[in-house]
């Protein structure tokens, strides 16, 4: 059976098109080989092996839209971006405001497609007809309706490039949680350069909306977007924004948040004096003692490391509503991280053993 270009729906021959642009490559960024990642929702990310960066390529697209319009994007993202990706302030004018955030959104569309079809007709990535829809807009250089974007600055430096999409539910007070999500959230990380985005994809259910961190607006805009501007981003502020939990509706009563049922784990629950806490891989728990539970209940929270049979180890802390899973990597990155948490060191000892936890400090608010 023939292949299928993802955007326009020409059946033939397909090309490689890459997740970002080669010219990355050729503007001063690392090339050092590095390990580089994909996962389904609510899953451990899976590994793609390790390679010099800017190589990742996808297969569902054709010749015609690889060269064209894709290529044209690009041709205004390495003269627009390049210095505000290397870190030298700048501004992107309202006349390539459009373009920009078109090529935020066709990276994060052509991002998802890393995945194999069969995954994709399980439910992992976006509707067919998100490619469509910005294929029929390919000569107009603009992002699709309903859409809305941001730029930061990333400040840290763990982080070369990375593109992540994550559903959103459009949430009113009083009412369950949606069955299907009703848009979705692109956070593109390039050297020094953070583009963060959402896209509706139910137009009636279109939201007014800003970040909680005050990025300056990229689209759309009525005057030139200055860069930097607003908070800078650390891994864990773009962790909060590619978890699509930086979007704030500016409607009374309408939340806009993370479609549970794609970032949300199983309910935990207790057996005994321990709590049973299902882990991201889907297939084993990890334990922690009661006592933390109810501690949440009186605002007192707490961190720690643990690490499943699999061997992914996970930074797990507590808030008002349960046990959450802030990040996931190797032990060492997760220790590193555990140490780098204000707060207290406590061993609980019980009848399981010796358990290590961090008091947070009585400042901390889960967000």
Known sequence: MARICAFCGFSGKLTGEHVFGGWLSRIGLPLEP?????????????????????RQTVKDVCGTCNHGWMSQLEVVAQRVM????????GEIAVTEAGAIAAWVQKTALTAMLVSSEEEREAGYGLPASEYRELWTLRDEARPLPTSQFWIGQYNTGSRLASAWVTPLAVVVEGLPEPDLPQGYSMTILVGQLVLHGVRFTTPSLQVEVTTRKDLPQLWPVAVSTVWPGGAPIDDALFLYLADGKAIRSTEQHIQVRPWKPATELPESRAVGDIVELPT???????????????????????????????STAYLIQTGPDGAHCRFTGTAERISELYESLQGEDILIQDGHGTFLCKRLPESFRPE
């Open 82 to 89: 390049t210095p505000l990706i290397l870190g030298e302030p």
């Open 280 to 310: 991201i891989c889907g297939e084993h728990v990890v334990y922690y003692p009661a006592g933390l539970v109810h501690d949440a209940m009186r605002g007192r929270f707490y961190a720690f490391g643990t690490t499943c049979e699999c």
């Open 34 to 54: 590095t390990p580089h990642h994909a996962g389904p929702l609510n899953q451990v990310i899976r590994k793609l092996g390790v390679r010099p960066p800017f």
